[in-house]
């Protein structure tokens, strides 16, 4: 790719890795699209990296305040003696569904299912899941429930959102979607599920960037602008995705996930209906 091609990744990166609206697809349509190359998994999980750093920044006092409790608590020997502790620990065992299935099925990932036919599906299914778990959401808002916070997470909720975080391996299912799905099924509230999610995919996009880095390696260094272009489609990715971090949780304090529900309903019967009339390749 061209530097100009890193610089719409990295963007297209950066503005859908929070959106409920996958990242890894639109990686694999806006290229398909354009008529240039597939950028391959191990772009996507590499350049995800400056979106990591954006989540960092952007909650870094939260992130302190879980990392230092935890610690405080192991060495206290009462790991789970505060909320902070308690919260970190929701975080750990959230991420080992997607660490098992993410090393089990990471062949198909790179290969099989970045097939248009799979995103297209994955977009659709998921918009469907996701307006069930609105409904389920504004069922409980009109009874006068209240969402649960991020200090009441607890094993249950952990697991089933880290099941669901998991699924996101699929291109086109979208992290932040199937979390805030997972979520808002679980009774959090919008905000404190998107709060979550957020923070759930710091180890697992931590761990998935620094593997592809170390196997890719070889063909990265092999030349200066493999290199460039990279470090170009990760910066652009951490801008866009800071400002994607803010605009979601202001979002949705005041809004439902409908607007991203039409958008990925709408982006999947275009995606059947290109490759129907053969203007894309599956």
């Known amino acids: 790719m061209n530097i100009f091609q890193a610089i719409v990744l990295g963007i297209v990166q950066g503005l859908t890795e929070f959106l409920p609206i996958s990242s890894s697809a639109h990686l694999r349509i806006i290229p398909a699209i354009l008529g240039w190359g597939d950028p391959g998994a191990a772009f996507t999980a590499i350049i995800q990296i400056g979106t990591l750093v954006a989540v960092m920044l952007y909650f870094a006092k939260d992130i302190a305040s879980i990392v230092g409790a935890v610690v405080s608590g192991l060495l206290s020997g009462k790991p789970f003696g505060s909320e902070e502790s308690r919260t970190g620990w929701m975080i750990a065992a959230g991420t080992i569904p997607i660490v098992v299935f993410g090393l089990l099925f990471k062949h198909h990932i790179e290969t099989t299912l970045r097939s248009l036919y799979w995103i297209s599906a994955s977009m659709i299914l998921l918009a469907i899941v996701l307006s069930i778990a609105e409904w389920h959401t504004h069922r409980r808002t009109q ?50 599920a998107a709060r979550y999610s957020f923070l759930l995919s710091l180890p697992s996009v931590f761990a998935a960037g620094l593997l592809e880095l170390y196997q890719t390696r070889h063909e990265i260094m092999a030349s200066s602008n493999n290199m460039i272009d990279l470090a170009v ?27 991203f529900i039409v958008y990925r309903l709408l982006v999947g019967t275009a995606l059947i209906v290109l490759i129907a009339i053969g203007k894309l390749q599956p």
């Open 143 to 192: 009874q006068g429930l209240r969402g649960k916070s991020i200090h009441e997470i607890g094993w249950k909720e952990a697991l089933f959102i880290g099941f669901a975080q998991s699924l996101a391996l699929i291109p086109g299912s979208s992290r932040s979607g199937t979390t805030i799905t997972g979520g808002l099924f679980m009774n959090l509230d919008r905000e404190t």
């Open 233 to 259: 489609a990760t910066l652009f990715a951490f801008i866009a995705g800071y400002l994607s971090i803010a605009f979601l949780l202001n979002y949705l304090r005041r809004h439902s996930t409908m607007i």
